[in-house]
């Protein structure tokens, strides 16, 4: 199972762009890469996933280099309803497909 | 229009009484599992059914259970709750593979 390193914290801005970096050096080759946002007594909701290159959405891009050993979560224009924890997870066949949560980001959007 | 429903939102339990939490979703994934969270911490899986077949992770305490009677009900049994079990739990759901969808949690307080 790939581990996943993300910071713990960002801080932010309304109007900005925020970009969340997480790391997953032992990626392996079935494995994708996907990104949950929890906001306080909910549960987590899916955001974006991918595999390799750019996956965009209404909510948010995914920036996966070639080498897959990082992603980049890229929020633009962050509200503060943004605030939140968000969650990088490497998921694959070979751990059933299961979501093993790492400690994630808690990014906080200030006026 | 909610998909994964846990009832109750918040239960207050006796220490060793045992307490049943259910979850149950119209999505009608074949997947269906169990987290614990606690405070400031990431969700914890504690076990999943894959159709019928239980899948217990290898740290979760034999003092939780799980029951899936059909496809759209899954139950949480914590047959004697200490105050160590105090926590949110979280039901999701998934067709093997694709993105989970949580529920909104149950918040567990033991007395």
């Known amino acids: 199972l790939a581990k996943t390193t993300q910071p713990i914290s960002m801080d932010s801005y309304e109007g900005q762009e925020v970009n969340i970096t997480c790391s997953h050096n032992n990626i392996a080759t079935n494995d994708y890469i996907t990104w949950y946002q929890q906001f306080p007594s909910q549960g987590p909701r899916f955001i974006i996933q991918g595999y390799k290159t750019k996956v965009t959405n209404e909510v948010a891009s995914l920036f996966i280099p070639a080498d897959r050993k990082s992603s980049t979560l890229s929020l633009p224009r962050v509200s503060l309803s943004d605030t939140a924890v968000y969650y990088c997870l490497v998921v694959g066949m070979d751990s059933s497909y299961k979501l093993i949560f790492g400690s994630g980001t808690r990014l906080l959007v200030r006026p | 229009d909610a998909m994964v429903i846990q009832n109750p939102r918040y239960q207050v339990t006796q220490f060793g009484k045992p307490v049943t939490l259910s979850c149950s979703q119209t999505l009608n994934h074949n997947v269906m599992y169990w987290y614990q969270q606690k405070s400031s911490q990431a969700p914890k899986l504690l076990f999943h059914?894959?159709?019928?077949?239980?899948?217990n992770e290898a740290d979760t305490p034999d003092n939780f259970q799980s029951r899936r009677p059909n496809t759209s009900f899954c139950f949480l049994d914590i047959r004697s709750p200490g105050l160590g079990d105090a926590a949110m739990y979280l039901c999701?759901?998934?067709?093997?593979?694709?993105?989970?969808?949580f529920g909104s949690g149950t918040r567990l307080t033991v007395v």
């Open positions: 059914y894959y159709d019928k077949d239980f899948n």
């Open positions: 999701a759901t998934s067709s093997l593979g694709q993105r989970y969808t």
